[in-house]
């Protein structure tokens, strides 16, 4: 799929809309059926549009042919990953394994250190990495005078994000173990 | 762009996999060598994981904005009570 075609929040919300019509209730069956909440359903099933949203973004881009299939394939990829990390589903012979999480809990007090105290910088290395939005939308969109501008701003909030998750790394004693 | 953000840029291709093949290895060969720019690269992917862990985020909200759309949508509302129904 054309990246252009997701670039606005708009555009997006279409997307998720026919999705949800398409695919929601058979993940909603399924996690009923493995024993969850409705709560639970809701977060696997928006987690699946996270994840499948990348995969059909990335370079190069998946071609997928049913998606809803591919959607609940996910949602029990998610789900078992879930019932997994609940203590209370872990088989008494793992009980002194480490579960391993996408992310580390330094991390996330980073992530929202940063949210509150660099909020636009993050907005523009978000559009840069993650929504991977063209040089001259990124330009226009953050008010700079070109693209040689904002690639410089681009670097600029990297070295700033990059220094306080450097200083903030000092005061989180489970990140030092990254490095 | 002053030297500091140069040196962003070339930890920034190299850890993007933007880097020749041949730049890649000596870039390498350097973080063997210099302690200090090995951790600016390692400080780095821990930012870039930040940026995605922020994006998703940002993403997810919009999504949970959808679903509360389609709650209170009259032409959803029955499809996603009766969703809501598969639990009680």
């Known amino acids: ?179 | 762009m002053r030297t500091s953000l140069n040196n962003i840029k070339i930890i920034d291709d190299y850890l993007s996999g933007c880097m020749p093949h041949g730049d890649a290895l000596l870039f390498e060969a350097k973080m063997l060598l210099n302690n200090d720019l090995s951790k600016d690269v390692a400080v780095q992917g821990v930012t870039n994981k930040i940026i995605r862990q922020y994006g998703r985020q940002c993403l997810k909200a919009e999504i949970i904005a959808v679903q509360a759309k389609l709650a209170a949508e009259p032409k959803h509302k029955a499809y996603i009570q009766r969703i809501a129904k598969l639990f009680k």
């Open chain 1, 1 to 179: 799929m054309n990246k252009n075609r997701l670039s606005t929040v708009e555009l997006r919300e279409v997307f998720f809309t026919a999705l949800y019509t398409k695919a929601f209730s058979a993940v909603v069956r399924y996690i009923a059926r493995m024993g969850g909440s409705l709560e639970e359903a809701q977060d696997i099933f928006q987690d699946s549009l996270v994840i499948y949203y990348e995969k059909i973004t990335s370079s190069p881009a998946e071609i997928i042919v049913n998606e809803k299939a591919y959607l609940l394939g996910i949602a029990k990829k998610l789900w078992l990953q879930h019932y997994k990390a609940s203590s209370k589903h872990e088989p008494l012979n793992d009980f002194d394994t480490v579960a391993v999480t996408d992310e580390q809990p330094a991390t996330l007090k980073i992530l929202h250190y940063l949210q509150t105290s660099g909020k636009k910088c993050m907005e523009l290395l978000k559009a840069y990495y993650y929504d991977e939005l063209p040089v001259r939308d990124i330009a226009t969109l953050f008010g700079y005078s070109g693209t040689h501008s904002a690639t410089v701003g681009k670097y600029k909030c990297l070295e700033k994000v990059r220094e306080t998750v450097k200083q903030k790394s000092l005061n989180y004693a489970d990140f030092i173990e990254q490095y």
